[in-house]
C-alpha cells in the first residue's frame, strides 16, 4: 500500500495506480466499485476525495483551492492535480491537516 498513489474508478472496473520498483507509474484494473475498495481501507492513508477518486494521503504533497473547489497534487509530476468535490471536502481537509 506504500506505492499506492491513487484509485480511480472506470464505469464497473477501477484502476489502481502504483509505483514499481523502479519508480515508475503502473496500473491494474480490478472489476469492484470504489465504495468496496473505500470501505476495505477506511482506517488506512486511502481516502475518498471524489465520485471517481481515492488517494493515498501520504502522497499528497499539496492542497490547492481553486475557483472550481480544492485539488490534491500528488508527488508524482506526472499525474494531473485530482479534484476533491464538495460532498468529500471536509474530511479530505481534516485528514490531510493531520497527517
Given at each position: 500500500?506504500?506505492?499506492l498513489i491513487y484509485i480511480e474508478s472506470d464505469d464497473n472496473y477501477v484502476k489502481v495506480w502504483y509505483l514499481d520498483s523502479s519508480g515508475g507509474m503502473k496500473q491494474y484494473m480490478l472489476r469492484c466499485r470504489l465504495k468496496t475498495i473505500e470501505e476495505s481501507f477506511a482506517d488506512s492513508d486511502l481516502v475518498r476525495c471524489h465520485r471517481k477518486y481515492?488517494?493515498?494521503i501520504s502522497k499528497v504533497h499539496t492542497l490547492t483551492s481553486e475557483k472550481e473547489g480544492y485539488f490534491l497534487d500528488l508527488e508524482i509530476d506526472s499525474v494531473a492535480p485530482i479534484p476533491?468535490?464538495?460532498s468529500y471536502e471536509e474530511s479530505v481537509l481534516a485528514r490531510f491537516n493531520s497527517r
Open positions: 500500500q506504500n506505492n481515492i488517494v493515498n476533491v468535490s464538495k
